[in-house]
């Protein structure tokens, strides 16, 4: 049996790009290995967003060398955002890939996988979704994205924002909802832009709108989303619409207007704060999730601590946070020098996240002895797992009063809580017959 890895770095979409490519394997016949040091066909997928991020992926590609010098025959495949549009580089640094593919573009690897197995894949190659999807699964709304914000390589390796049409992604909803999906997060580098390059224009408020009439779908999340196209409209759906859960991703990344200059992010400090209050104003009981650069090109001690007031202003429930690294090929990696030392980068990350774990420390403190409906969708350690509805992770103590199971909703009682996640124990639990729709209890 030829088998098949694939090794995946990075965000979401990188994510669910692999679990797609994985699709088209299994229809050309490959099984899936979890070994990359002895499977036929071995696809890396890439992301560049940070250097960190393209070390792992080097990294890799020297493990995979070896790996091709004791077998020829292994074929390797590269996609992601390290492969721009001209591979010439690229293939005289690592050549014992044997095929380049951007984002989204699985062409050149289901032609590498079908010379393996012998088998053309256009003649047997469906849509590529998930045959056995995960009870929490992603879906692609819009590819790329126009905002070129200075410090990021996306735009330049994923292309300008090209919408899905939304019928398709309803359809698409349904079918993976019928294999068993019961929470969908859409995704986008710029989710809030979805829809303004279809004929006729339409919007992501539009769309949540049209999957939360799938029967059977029980939770929508979105993300990533950007300050500047989170519309009130898309706000206001959040607030109406059963289906779509209390969380919303909106990165702010530096908390002083000069620095956010630099960034080309097109809004200032005090517009973010603006559009915070309009979405808890509209969503009372929303987790709020962010982005944060520190130390990016010439950022002051004093520009820093404004990022730190918004964290103590707003109250986040997770950051994202990083270090900034130069992207080269960027405007910030043309225009911008990058003037503060690594050390002292290092140390405004640690008092960063210092900072917000205390925050969510005293956020989640608030919740012990609260009573939430969790989905539960993994297990770590012996004990199962799932999220609530503001996404927090709860890891859930077994009960023999209730029969629990990955793909079900349970009422979940909070007994501990740390910064991190929460653990509580089952009140109530419905496991009704397959195909029958899951009732959402308690937000």
């Known amino acids: 049996m030829t088998t098949y890895h694939i090794s995946t770095v990075g965000c979401q979409m990188n994510k669910a790009d692999s679990e797609r490519l994985a699709s088209g394997f299994e229809q050309l016949g490959l099984s899936e290995s979890d070994d990359l040091r002895t499977a036929d066909v071995v696809v890396l997928n890439t992301c560049v967003v940070r250097q960190s991020a393209e070390d792992t992926a080097t990294g890799v590609l020297g493990v995979l060398k070896k790996c091709k010098e004791a077998d020829p025959k292994r074929r390797i495949a590269v996609m992601g955002c390290m492969v721009g549009p001209k591979t010439d580089e690229l293939s005289r640094r690592f050549p014992q890939v044997d095929a380049w593919a951007r984002p989204q573009q699985f062409g050149p690897i289901l032609e590498m996988a079908g010379e393996v197995v012998g088998i053309d894949p256009d003649g047997c190659v469906q849509e590529l979704l998930p045959a056995d999807p995960k009870v929490a699964t992603f879906i692609p709304i819009i590819h790329g994205c126009d905002k070129f914000c200075s410090f990021c390589i996306i735009p330049y390796r994923r292309g300008r924002e090209v919408s899905r049409p939304?019928?398709?992604?309803?359809?698409?909803?349904?079918?993976?909802?019928s294999r068993g999906v019961r929470e969908v997060t859409l995704l986008g580098q710029n989710v809030d832009s979805y829809g303004h390059d279809l004929d006729p224009a339409t919007d992501l408020a539009d769309l949540l709108y049209a999957v939360n009439e799938v029967d059977g779908l029980e939770r929508i999340r979105f993300?990533?989303?950007?300050?500047?196209?989170?519309?009130?409209?898309?706000?206001?759906?959040?607030?109406?619409?059963?289906?779509?859960?209390?969380?919303?991703?909106?990165?702010?990344?530096?908390?002083?207007?000069?620095?956010?200059?630099?960034?080309?992010?097109?809004?200032?400090?005090?517009?973010?704060?603006?559009?915070?209050?309009?979405?808890?104003?509209?969503?009372?009981?929303?987790?709020?999730?962010?982005?944060?650069?520190?130390?990016?090109?010439?950022e002051t001690e004093a520009q820093f601590a404004q990022t730190l007031d918004i964290l103590r202003e707003v109250r986040f429930d997770k950051v994202h946070s990083a270090a900034y690294s130069v992207r080269p090929g960027t405007i910030a990696a043309r225009q911008h020098p990058d003037t503060v030392p690594v050390e002292e980068k290092k140390r405004r990350l640690a008092e960063l996240n210092v900072l917000q774990e205390q925050i969510c420390a005293e956020i989640n403190a608030g919740l012990d002895g609260e009573e939430f409906g969790v989905l539960i969708d993994g297990h770590s350690k012996g004990k199962l797992q799932g999220r609530t509805r503001t996404d927090k992770l709860v890891h859930i103590d077994r009960s023999e009063a209730f029969e629990t199971r990955i793909g079900g909703f349970a009422n979940v009682r909070i007994i501990e809580t740390s910064p991190w996640s929460l653990r509580g124990e089952v009140t109530a639990a419905e496991m009704p017959a397959a195909g029958d729709r899951l009732r959402v209890y308690s937000a």
């Open 166 to 177: 939304l019928d398709q992604l309803v359809r698409e909803t349904e079918m993976l909802v």
């Open 223 to 298: 993300l990533t989303s950007h300050p500047s196209d989170m519309s009130e409209k898309i706000i206001r759906a959040v607030g109406e619409l059963p289906k779509v859960c209390e969380n919303i991703n909106l990165p702010f990344q530096a908390g002083d207007d000069a620095v956010l200059a630099r960034m080309r992010r097109g809004y200032t400090r005090s517009e973010y704060l603006n559009k915070i209050e309009q979405v808890r104003s509209i969503i009372p009981n929303v987790a709020l999730v962010t982005d944060v650069i520190v130390g990016f090109s010439g």
